[in-house]
């Protein structure tokens, strides 16, 4: 999910009541401590397990299934925002209220699909606090800011499957004050001006997304365990959320890591190295409380785990925090689409928070016609559902004439899709594409396609890098 300015969700009463609330006067009584990390001697990385929903443990399943038509919904408002941020098309409106609302190695977690927490996307646990506790975080690449939910949830916290954090029980938690330097840096970071409590003098952030979702709460930093047997990092800066609304589920927020500063990523460069890597997991090979799972790398050393073919970043000044790649290329059976080259000069994002891929209307309905050619001899197509069109009698499992599609980026890296990448059982006997037209001269490769890959961030060197088989 990705940073927008605010929208109409944002009343200036709630966020003026949070920030005279004396509810986090605590935060200016505790205990202040220094970042002891030594950013000259880099260290091992560190690696968490991702799982897919079908593996998740009963105890983390919803209560309220998150159908396959919200995400579709979802998607369809973080690639209109994508769009409307490339464009430079934010209201007046918006942009007024923001004014006046004052050699390293590896580090690696299991990663899980977000559809048993609520959500599309895909979540790590980690840690935060001492002692440190455990929460159910959303990876987001096209966010900068990480936040969580915090206790006394002055204004409202949506229902998670983990405790939610209390900041008075963590010995080295501290909320960060207007005059930080992180304060500062939020308006790049979040798109959206800090305010500053009166009370307390702390900064109060404001993170807002393009599906209408957002969190407001405390600039904080605090000790950081991304694994029970990794060695903590001190001076982590989040936000401490107090009114968290939207679509995050029944995570307790999320993780960015997005080229910016404030990021995970940008912060734990300095110990383990400005490179991470993950593997989403597919949901074909996970059953209900299996152990099957991906991961999240962070570290320089992840680079070196996988054969990788990479493809250089693309800069984009209208959206540096971002991952451009250049899009060269689609096959479809081998053999090329029967578009111009032209065809594909288009900002190209991959995303880990968007599900569905989308290309231009062209390439799209090229690749439609290609991909319906060759499965319509074996298999009777069928209606349509919402931006999935091109769709199939049958189940995914009964498909064994699929063509395979890759998507090639500049330098010849890219992406083979398998039929755990094209296709998707939307209901039992209808199978479709799992890509989509996009409305807008835009492409984004969504995580849908990116299951079982390794990716690979060198944000260091601006490139980025594939490798088949990471995971199932």
């Known amino acids: 999910m990705l940073q927008s300015l605010p929208s ?18 605590l ?61 430079n098309k934010e209201s007046a409106s918006n ?28 979540y790590v646990k980690i840690g935060v606090g001492t002692p440190a506790k455990y929460f159910s975080m959303i990876v987001d690449t096209g966010s900068s800011l990480s936040w969580l939910q915090c206790q006394p949830c002055v204004i409202y916290c949506h229902v998670q499957v983990d405790p939610i954090f209390t900041p008075s029980v963590s010995k080295t938690y501290k909320a960060l004050s207007c005059s930080s330097s992180q304060c500062s840096s939020l308006k790049s970071s979040t798109l959206n001006a800090p305010g500053c409590s009166n009370a307390t003098g702390a900064c109060v952030y404001k993170a807002s997304y393009g599906d209408t979702s957002f969190s407001i709460g405390y600039l904080s930093q605090d000790v950081l365990t991304l694994t029970p047997s990794a060695a903590p990092s001190s001076g982590f800066v989040y936000g401490c959320g107090q009114d968290n609304q939207g679509l995050f589920g029944r995570s307790a927020g999320i993780i960015g890591l997005a080229n910016d500063k404030l990021s995970m990523l940008g912060q734990l460069s300095n110990k383990y190295g400005n490179a991470f890597s993950y593997c989403l997991p597919s949901s074909f090979s996970a059953q209900p409380n299996s152990s099957v799972s991906g991961f999240l790398s962070i570290g320089a050393s992840s680079l070196s785990s996988s054969p990788y073919k990479f493809t250089p970043l693309v800069k984009n000044p209208k959206i540096p925090s971002l991952y451009f790649l250049g899009l060269t290329t689609i096959t479809v059976a081998g053999k090329p689409l029967g578009v111009s080259a032209s065809s594909y000069n288009v900002p190209t994002i991959i995303d880990s928070g968007t599900v569905i ?39 995914v499992k009964e498909m064994s004439t699929v063509p395979e599609i890759r998507i090639i980026f500049r330098g010849g890296a890219g992406l083979e899709l398998k039929v755990h990448n094209s296709l998707v059982e939307i209901e039992k006997g209808t199978t479709c594409l799992a890509i989509a037209a996009s409305s807008n001269p835009i492409s984004i490769i969504g995580n849908y396609q990116q299951q079982t890959f390794t990716v690979a961030y060198d944000v260091a060197n601006s490139k980025i890098g594939f490798a088949p088989g990471g995971c199932q």
């Not at 109409?8 to 006067?25: E, N, P, Q, R």
């Not at 942009?95 to 006046?100: F, G, I, V």
């Not at 690696?108 to 895909?122: D, Q, R």
């Open 8 to 25: 109409g969700v944002y009343k200036m009463s709630l966020f003026w009541f949070l920030v005279f609330s004396a509810h986090l006067a």
């Open 27 to 87: 935060a200016s009584s505790l205990v202040e401590f220094q970042d002891n990390d030594n950013p000259r001697q880099k260290q091992e990385g560190m690696q968490l397990n991702l799982y897919h929903v079908k593996g998740l443990d009963s105890s983390q399943t919803s209560t309220s299934p998150f159908s396959f038509s919200d995400m579709i919904t979802k998607d369809e408002e973080r690639v209109r925002f994508l769009h409307s941020r490339l464009t």
């Open 95 to 122: 942009s007024a209220t923001t004014d006046k609302l004052g050699g390293p190695s590896l580090v690696s977690t299991p990663l899980k699909s977000g559809l048993s927490i609520g959500s599309g996307n895909y």
């Open 357 to 395: 891929t989308r290309l231009p209307v062209a390439i799209y309905n090229a690749l439609k016609k290609s991909f319906v050619m060759i499965m319509s001899k074996k298999y009777a197509q069928a209606p349509g559902f919402s931006i999935l069109d091109t769709c199939f009698k049958g189940s």
